[in-house]
Nanobody
Framework: QVQLVESGGGLVQPGGSLRLSCAAS????????MDWYRQAPGKQRELVAATTSGGSTNYADSVKGRFTIFRDNAKNTVYLQMSSLKPEDTAVYYCHMLVYSGGSGSYYWGQGTQVTVSS
């Protein structure tokens, strides 16, 4: 089994910065996709940023130029550096990974971490 543990959420003022981390542990051979999603109250979960094992990245239009996703494959960890935060970035943020254990891959979710942007 594989577990994803997130950290780094909290309360920040508009214009501030936060860095989220998500570490995978358990039976891991390799990790392909590492993504961050978020879900605000009353809204659907949406993809914020994604990265592949090849290093390509993709961002939601709403966070381009403000958020950066990067990964440390040796630590099985993905990060989300968030800058110039806005109140509309307030949400629960979830990491999401495609993990290969042996010959098959499965998707896993983290437990979620709350990010609140407010003065």
């Amino acid at each position: 089994q594989v577990q994803l543990v997130e950290s780094g959420g909290g309360l920040v003022q508009p214009g501030g910065s936060l860095r989220l981390s998500c570490a995978a542990s358990g039976r891991i051979f390799s990790i392909n996709a590492m993504d961050w999603y978020r879900q605000a109250p009353g809204k659907q979960r949406e993809l914020v940023a994604a990265t592949t094992s090849g290093g390509s990245t993709n961002y939601a239009d709403s966070v381009k130029g403000r958020f950066t996703i990067f990964r440390d494959n040796a630590k099985n960890t993905v990060y989300l550096q968030m800058s110039s935060l806005k109140p509309e970035d307030t949400a629960v943020y979830y990491c999401h990974m495609l993990v290969y254990s042996g010959g098959s891959g499965s998707y896993y979710w983290g437990q979620g971490t709350q990010v609140t942007v407010s003065s």
